[in-house]
């Protein structure tokens, strides 16, 4: 059964910071990762899609990367800004789609 | 631009008055999903449908909890008799695979609470 686990389950930066969110699974044959991110008493907003064939997606100030073999994937968030403050929450797709518990960003003025 | 919309967006019931949750794609799909998300287990799948069809439902808790899709355009989750151990935000998601890619697209999602 697919686990993941996001790390660390709480982050606190000041504005301007580049910063990375974890991201690990334990079964490394999976279809595609999703990164979302998640506003409080919100909806899931999808960032990026990862499929198990690429190694990197990049969107603006965001950048996700995939490592099947190490079972990895990480978020890369340059020169952070307090609207980026949400959760954010890794999604693997193999047979279903598990999520993580999420990592929750402040990012202070 | 893939979209759901899911009624009603709050739900207060008492314990054992019967649930139902809906949600209505606004764009072409090939998938549709079911989630319950609580503090203490975050996001779970409970069913999901392809092309309208019930794939997947081990994610169901109980019994009480059915789900149906009737056309392309609708899908409601039913829970009979409701218990306060229900309440959680219900989201319902979408996929399209030609548009998206597998990408999904969820709703704003349900909160219930089950008194």
């Known amino acids: 059964k697919q686990e993941v686990t996001q790390i660390p389950a709480a982050l606190s930066v000041p504005e301007g910071e580049n910063l990375v969110l974890n991201c690990s699974f334990t079964?490394?044959?999976?279809?595609?990762l999703q990164w979302f991110r998640q506003d409080p008493g919100k909806g899931l907003t999808s960032l990026l899609l990862?499929?198990?064939?690429?190694r990197e997606q990049t969107s603006g100030r965001l950048n996700a990367s995939l490592d099947k073999s190490s079972g990895r994937s990480t978020l890369y968030i340059a020169a952070s800004q307090p609207g980026d403050s949400a959760t954010y929450l890794c999604?693997?797709?193999?047979?279903?789609?598990?999520f993580g518990a999420g990592t929750r960003l402040t990012v202070k003025p | 631009d893939a979209g759901v919309i899911q009624s009603p967006r709050h739900e207060v019931t008492e314990m054992g008055q019967e649930v139902t949750l809906r949600c209505k794609p606004i764009?072409?799909?090939?998938?549709l999903f079911w989630y319950r998300q609580t503090m203490m287990r975050g996001l779970e799948l409970l069913i999901y449908?392809?092309?309208?069809?019930?794939?997947?439902d081990s994610g169901m808790p109980e019994d009480r909890f059915s789900a149906k899709m009737p056309n392309a355009s609708f899908s409601t989750l039913k829970i009979q008799p409701s218990e306060p151990r229900d309440s959680a935000v219900y989201f319902c998601?979408?996929?399209?695979?030609?548009?998206?890619?597998?990408?999904?697209?969820f709703g704003p999602g349900t909160r219930l609470t089950v008194l």
């Open positions: 999604a693997v797709v193999n047979n279903d789609m598990r």
């Open positions: 449908f392809n092309n309208n069809v019930p794939i997947d």
């Open positions: 079964d490394s044959a999976i279809y595609n």
């Open positions: 764009s072409g799909h090939d998938y």
């Open positions: 990862i499929q198990s064939s690429q």
């Open positions: 998601a979408i996929v399209d695979v030609r548009e998206s890619n597998n990408e999904q697209f």
